[in-house]
């Protein structure tokens, strides 16, 4: 399956922006792999040689790639990775944790499928996780503000070990986030997993659909104009 090449690395003229990266990666998942997803799923068979498995592993490994190459961002520029980049929707931005979905979005999307309780279960057990991963990488970035703010009001802070450590958030953050996904699509399997796949890239991709954000403009046009009249008045 096509890929939109990582990041790349080098000076700072030499680097691809993100934002460049991520626009490929929403281009090849939303044509060809979702397309191809969804074809399967009309056609699968549950023969031997279905090709639901290998879409569904390739919008799977799609994400991933996504999780890696913002690695590769968070080593050059931790700042703008655990912040929300330039490439993010105005809609986007509130479903972020440390510059990307929250872990827990993945669960409830899940849940939207009505799964077994069999998955239900699954995805109970990942939840758990979730609650107990997301407080420690979040306290992790807040104890690095912490000691930046004392460190520069005593007289100077260490710039270099602040960054690195943003570093080692923002690789926390995506390692939890590829931990869950991996887990829920074994879990799910076969045609629930790649319904659930399915589910999450058009979640995605519906944070960057023009209707969508004329929508979510429109609608803020219009309750700003509306506090407007209030405070007019």
Known sequence: MPRPP???RGPPGAR???RDFFAAWLGTLRSPLLPLLRRALSSSSGSWDDPLSSAAAAVEAHFQAHWSALDAAARQDPAQVVAAGDWRSPLELPFLWLGDVHPSLLTS??????PSPRLLAAA????LRIRTSV???SDRLRLAQEAFVSAEVAGGADVE????ELKRVALEANRLRRGVLSELVAAAGGYQAALFLEALSRFVLSMHDPEVLRRFDQHLWEAG?????????
């Open 6 to 8: 990582p990041p790349g």
């Open 16 to 18: 691809r922006p993100m």
């Open 109 to 114: 999307l899940l849940r939207t499928l009505s």
């Open 124 to 127: 109970d057990r990942v939840d």
């Open 135 to 137: 407080p420690a990488v």
């Open 161 to 164: 070990a602040f960054l690195e």
């Open 225 to 233: 104009d509306g506090l407007a009249s209030v405070e007019a008045a």
